[in-house]
């Protein structure tokens, strides 16, 4: 075997659209005060705890899980008060969901519509599925752009248009109006993914009966169980049966399944931490705006988005890092996030760690 032949046949069989994508990037945060990817921060309560492992000595890994997951399912719905005449699908995350969507409504030949800046799933996955991902720039206050969505809407058609809501990396809800109108422009689907939905607390879960392509997704990462890959998209019947058919069967496993349950029992002690993220996001807000040098987006979220005025981001981030805190360098120079870094809201005192190294560094 030589390595030489097996770059020939990489280079000969892996599409090139595949080579040339820059694999997703997950920093080490071993030692640090992690603040780079909007994970609630609190642990399960002791009781909450107890319950999971008595539930987990009963699981039967032997056994492939129940494939629909039906009884989360009916645990989820309950919980996010889905309404009856809406289907519910599962995936591993809601990124399943968004490649799920994509390998149903994009492909070749198929266009995939965002707003940009927004998450970076949507534009990858359209590329792996072979799509064409169109972005449309938000406005310099990041809201929809409304006569530029609707050009490009005209002009590529897409099969798709992925809407996040509040807005990741911005933290900002789009005008329900705004919104609307790119609803009513698009024969395609319109994926609304509230994947902050307990910060935020506004959806569009109500209107999706009363569109024929609108779907909602949400996830259980942001609200405390990142580690369990659960998300969920609520649409009508017709459009929810074909994305069941695409899904991996027992795409939910046995222990997430099981886990999940105990969680959505103790959903109030979730909530709570919710509430207690969002005093907190209001408080680092305050303490950032008093700092010079920099700009803070308002947020309904459980990140803000910041902008370095006149200093090296990059020397910023580092110094950051060097302090022992990790956030999102989102930089890129020339783009509509030049100077910007996303800080998660972590508890107080990691906010507070946050905020001396962050002071420190502007002083320096
Ligand atoms: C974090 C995030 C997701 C991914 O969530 P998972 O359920 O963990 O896969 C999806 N959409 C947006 C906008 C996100 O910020």
């Not at 030049?338 to 005192?349: I, K, W």
Request: net charge negative; with cysteine.
């Amino acid at each position: 075997m030589s390595e030489a032949g097996t770059t020939r046949r990489v280079r000969r069989w892996v599409r090139p659209e595949i080579r040339g994508l820059e694999p997703y990037h997950v920093a080490d945060a071993r030692g640090m005060i992690k603040l780079d990817a909007m994970e609630n921060p609190y642990p399960w309560p002791e009781a909450m705890r107890r319950e999971w492992l008595e539930a987990l000595s009963r699981a039967q890994v032997n056994r492939y899980p129940d494939a629909a997951a039906a009884a989360l399912q009916q645990a989820l719905r309950d919980v996010l008060s889905i309404p009856s005449d809406v289907e519910v699908v599962l995936g591993n995350g809601s990124d399943e969901l968004i490649q799920t969507v994509q390998l149903v409504v994009g492909g070749p030949g198929r266009a995939v519509l965002a707003p940009v800046p927004t998450f970076a799933m949507y534009e990858m996955t359209a590329t792996v599925t072979g799509g064409r991902f169109e972005g449309v720039p938000l406005d310099e206050r990041f809201g929809l752009d409304v006569p530029a969505m609707l050009e490009a809407i005209e002009r590529v058609t897409p099969a798709c248009v992925f809407l996040t809501y509040p807005n990741n990396p911005t933290g900002n809800l789009f005008d329900v109006d705004a919104v609307e109108a790119v609803i009513e422009a698009t024969d395609g689907l319109v994926v609304i993914d509230e994947a902050y939905h307990a910060y935020a607390k506004e959806s569009f879960l109500s209107r999706v009966g009363q569109y024929e392509n609108v779907v909602v997704m949400r996830t259980l990462s942001k609200i405390g169980l990142a580690g369990l890959r659960v998300g969920l998209l609520a649409g009508p019947i017709g459009w929810v049966q074909q994305f069941d058919k695409v899904r991996l069967p027992y795409n939910i496993g046995v222990l997430n399944q099981l886990s999940v349950a105990v969680a959505l029992r103790h959903v109030d002690a979730l909530n709570a931490q919710a509430s207690a993220i969002c005093a907190e996001r209001d408080r680092l807000f305050g303490q950032l705006s008093r700092l010079d040098g920099l700009e803070v987006y308002p947020s309904r979220a459980n990140f803000l988005l910041l902008r370095v005025r006149e200093r090296d981001v990059d020397a910023v981030f580092r110094g950051l890092c060097e302090r022992g805190v990790l956030v999102k360098n989102l930089s890129r120079p020339g783009s509509a996030l030049a100077g910007c870094l996303r800080v998660s809201v972590g508890l107080a005192e990691e906010n507070d760690a946050f905020l001396a190294a962050l002071g420190a560094v502007l002083s320096a």
